[in-house]
């Protein structure tokens, strides 16, 4: 299941709060209102309601776009639904609007908010993954890479301690010959050991895995963008709907930041989370 922690489903204590945040995602509430899920840096994943954000002359609409990064102010009452009182842009918030400008780069980091939205409860504190969050979203604009979201998906797992066991076979403990990824055990298989429900890997992707999670990103970033990112990022997937048991929203890869022939997965990443 996913993070641990029990979900609050009324607070207790209520009254005004502040927070640094994420936002991961918003949603349609009445005719001018909107739902804005955020990840807050010390109060984890909040829901507040905009009141207005959705009329032209809102005061902070534009700050509460997915991806943004925002000093919010809130009132915390009985209901599941805290009030967002005010936003104001954070810092770096220069570098994460360029998230916003290329569709593609957008498509990249809705898979990540989505990623984040799924494995996080509501009201429960989770600095590491929001610093894991905002640091994915930062690489993303300064070294974006088809790589990009599959690496995050591998990291988030690792952080989660789901995290297959990529350097050994699960099954008899063999270093080498790797064929598959048996998810229900935790590991990698060797052609020996290989189950017949175990997803297909080559070797390539393996020492990709091995990179992500050994601590040696930059390495894996740096490697000619191919056919490999779509296999870490599919593994990635599957890897995070087991653990939280949910269907993950990831657009496909499309082609590098700022090619016209990825320009339709940016907006349908928008479109989802609207």
């Known amino acids: 299941m996913a993070s641990a922690g029990v979900p609050v489903s009324a607070p207790d204590w209520t009254g005004p709060y502040r927070d640094r945040a994420v936002v991961l995602r918003t949603y349609r509430l009445a005719e001018a209102d909107r739902i804005i899920v955020l990840l807050g840096r010390d109060h984890g994943k909040i829901r507040g309601v905009a009141k207005g954000v959705?009329?032209?002359?809102?005061?902070?609409?534009?700050?509460?776009?997915?991806?943004?990064?925002?000093?919010?102010?809130?009132?915390?009452?009985?209901?599941?639904?805290?009030?967002?009182?005010?936003?104001?842009?954070?810092?770096?918030?220069?570098?994460?609007s360029a998230l916003r400008e290329d569709l593609v780069l957008l498509g990249r980091a809705m898979a990540m908010l989505e990623a984040v939205d799924r494995l996080t409860l509501e009201r429960t504190p989770a600095p590491d993954l929001y610093d894991r969050l905002l640091r994915g979203l930062q690489s993303l604009v300064s070294h974006p890479s088809v790589l990009s979201v599959g690496a995050f998906l591998?990291?988030?797992?690792?952080l989660e301690g789901v995290a297959p066991d990529v350097e050994n076979c699960v099954h008899c403990g063999a270093a080498s010959e790797f064929v598959a990824l048996d998810i229900a055990h935790g590991g990698l298989a060797c052609r020996s050991c290989r189950p017949p429900a175990a997803l297909a890997v080559d070797a390539e992707t393996v020492t990709v895995l091995q990179e992500i999670l050994g601590g040696r990103?930059?390495?894996?970033?740096?490697?000619?963008?191919?056919?490999?990112?779509?296999?870490?990022?599919?593994?990635?997937?599957?890897?995070?709907?087991?653990?939280?048991?949910?269907?993950?929203?990831?657009?496909?890869?499309?082609?590098?930041?700022?090619?016209?022939?990825?320009?339709?997965?940016?907006?349908?990443?928008?479109?989802?989370?609207?």
């Open 54 to 96: 959705r009329r032209t002359r809102s005061r902070f609409g534009a700050r509460l776009e997915p991806a943004s990064l925002v000093d919010i102010s809130l009132w915390r009452g009985r209901g599941e639904l805290d009030t967002i009182t005010g936003a104001d842009s954070a810092g770096n918030v220069e570098r994460l």
């Open 154 to 158: 591998w990291r988030l797992a690792q």
């Open 217 to 274: 990103l930059a390495d894996a970033l740096a490697r000619p963008e191919g056919t490999v990112a779509e296999a870490v990022e599919r593994l990635g997937v599957a890897v995070l709907e087991q653990h939280t048991e949910r269907r993950l929203r990831v657009p496909p890869l499309l082609g590098p930041v700022g090619a016209a022939g990825g320009r339709s997965t940016g907006a349908r990443g928008r479109r989802a989370h609207r």
